[in-house]
């Protein structure tokens, strides 16, 4: 394979990886644009998305049409749990010191961890995500694209479009807007407050759980630590792409996937993870308020 | 039509309010001056549900509103200008006034309301688009005085809505002031500005430092010694 070829394949490769960390940075940067929390737990809603659909594929076997069914039972089980964790973990904390709803969230994250790790259904142990069989298709004889990259690129694309929508033009996206901005002023406009802080947690726990099926196609070993990179990935995008701003997250996945593949597919697998954090300092540095994000921070 | 007892607000260990009793009769403007700090926000915030009432009772329309929520309060048709405007400075003017009209479910009197924002501040129409952040003072005066009014209030808490703006547009937003009350809706007009609050409102009630101290009807406060040398310079 000559340069040209290698380079296209890992950018390729990096697109579909980071639409993954772009869907769970959507609900890093959602949450945190409306109740000020990096929810640490986010990365592990992906892991119980994944098993969620691995009992139902279990079930029903795998075929195309059984593995999108997946995602609604991933979805509403994960949105579910997310809406509970705000409820029961975050919301009695709310008017207190942010440091201790941070806390929460990584104590509710090693809960869903060594929750699924002592739940028997789960244990452990690695399990085989069941998956289709590999098709490639080849573009030009310059990339080939296999049919969980196009999976993944065609469910990334269509939930963002959803999201998209939700956010800019119905009434309770603008409502998320308006909550972001200004939760005393909201309510004084007759929003239920606490109703819209639910609803981002609907939206990125089903978010996470898409990206929990979709990650679980391409690197098909689930086991309850599994989310704890991508979890460190996407927040990391998020903070990358301006934490709080949503075109931010998806510009954050996608360069933090592609500086991934690139690293592994031409300096050194190792030197992946470091580059990906090394990116974190450096913008952390250069541009504090990521790169779309407004210095005080428009946020949703 | 709303009914203040004795209120009691505390922030932590700040007792903010003391036995603040006041009333507003429909139709009316009334107005609450005060020096910095004597309250004024403080009281309006209790009314909304924003702070909680520690002791004392607010009454509106019959309702016990002592424990209902901000957006419930809404929805009875009592809305709150707050002090310093606080427009989504986010989201486009349209989406403000959405925003304004947030619990209605009456497409056809939602779309009449448009009509009347547009016709009393034709500024707002020519920049429906445009980001509420990027207008100036007066414009984003007028949208959050517009924005309330698409909830279509029978009540309006109006706090400090002079602040900051030049002589000129404070004449504009306090004819705009009057405009709406005499189109339907009573006022509660929280003001620093006493000589102009005074000259538009029917009754008013001084505070200081967290209590009632004075009250009657504005003429006459106006023309009162005590209060002509606290708040009107002279
Ligand atoms: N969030 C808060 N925490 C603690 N104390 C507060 C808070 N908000 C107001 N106070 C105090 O409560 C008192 C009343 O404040 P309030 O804002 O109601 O005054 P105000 O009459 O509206 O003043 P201004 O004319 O400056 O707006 C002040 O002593 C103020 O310092
Ligand atoms: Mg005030």
């Given at each position: 394979m000559d340069f040209l070829q290698q380079f296209c394949q890992q950018t390729l490769n990096g697109l579909s990886l980071g639409s993954i960390y772009a869907l769970l940075a959507l609900g890093y940067t959602m949450v945190y644009g409306i109740i000020k929390l990096i929810n640490f737990a986010h990365g592990d809603i992906l892991m119980v998305g994944a098993f969620v659909s691995y009992f139902v594929l279990k079930q029903w076997g795998i075929t195309p049409v059984t593995l999108m069914l997946s995602f609604l039972p991933a979805m509403l089980f994960c949105l579910t749990l997310g809406v509970t964790m705000e409820k029961l973990c975050y919301k009695p904390l709310r008017n207190q010191p942010r440091i201790n709803s941070l806390i929460t969230a990584i104590g509710v994250s090693f809960l869903l961890e060594n929750g699924a790790r002592v739940l028997p259904m789960i244990g452990p142990n690695p399990r085989v995500f069941p998956t289709l069989p590999v098709v490639n298709y080849n573009w030009f004889g310059l990339v080939s694209i296999s049919q969980v990259q196009i999976l993944v690129f065609v469910v990334a694309i269509f939930l963002m479009l959803v999201l998209n929508?939700?956010?800019?033009?119905?009434?309770?996206?603008?409502?998320?807007?308006a909550v972001s901005f200004d939760k005393g002023a909201s309510a004084l406009m007759g929003i239920n407050v606490d109703r819209v802080i639910s609803f981002t947690f609907v939206l990125g726990s089903s978010l996470a759980a898409a990206a929990g099926i979709l990650f679980a196609s391409a690197y098909p070993q689930i086991e309850p630590y599994m989310g704890i990179m991508p979890g460190m990935k996407a927040f990391i995008a998020a903070v990358l792409g301006g934490i709080g701003s949503i075109p931010g997250a998806v510009l954050g996945g996608l360069i933090l996937g592609v500086a991934e593949t690139l690293t592994k597919g031409f300096l050194s697998s190792q030197l992946s993870d470091a580059i990906a954090f090394g990116l974190l300092i450096l913008i952390l540095v250069v541009k504090p308020s990521g790169l779309l994000g407004k210095p005080m921070g428009e946020k949703v | 039509m709303l009914k203040v007892e004795n209120l009691d607000v505390y922030y932590g260990n700040i007792h903010a309010l003391h036995e603040v009793s006041f009333?507003?009769?429909?139709?009316?403007?009334?107005?609450?001056?005060?020096?910095?700090?004597?309250?004024?926000?403080t009281t309006l915030h209790a009314i909304s549900g924003l702070i909680p009432i520690a002791a004392g009772s607010v009454r509106f329309l019959e309702q016990d509103l002592t424990a209902a929520l901000p957006h419930q309060i809404v929805q009875l048709g009592l809305a709150h200008v707050p002090e310093g405007r606080r427009i989504f400075a986010n989201l486009t003017v349209k989406e403000n006034l959405e925003m304004g009209a947030f619990t209605r479910k009456d497409p056809k009197g939602i779309k009449d309301d448009y009509q009347m924002v547009f016709t009393r501040f034709p500024r707002l129409k020519e920049r429906l688009k445009q980001v509420a952040g990027t207008l100036s003072g007066g414009e984003q005066q007028m949208l959050a005085i517009a924005r309330t009014l698409m909830s279509r209030p029978k009540l309006v808490l109006m706090d400090e809505p002079s602040m900051g703006l030049a002589p000129l547009l404070v004449k504009e937003i306090f004819e705009i002031i009057?405009?709406?009350?005499?189109?339907?809706a009573t006022i509660l007009l929280v003001e620093q500005n006493a000589q102009l609050a005074l000259s538009i409102a029917n009754r008013a009630y001084v505070l200081e430092t967290g209590r009632v101290v004075l009250q009657g009807d504005a003429k006459e406060l106006a023309n009162s010694e005590e209060v002509r040398k606290a708040y009107l310079g002279g």
């Open positions: 929508y939700i956010v800019s033009f119905t009434k309770i996206g603008k409502a998320m807007r | 009333e507003v009769k429909e139709g009316e403007i009334v107005t609450l001056i005060g020096a910095n700090g004597a309250g004024k926000t009057k405009e709406i009350n005499a189109t339907g």
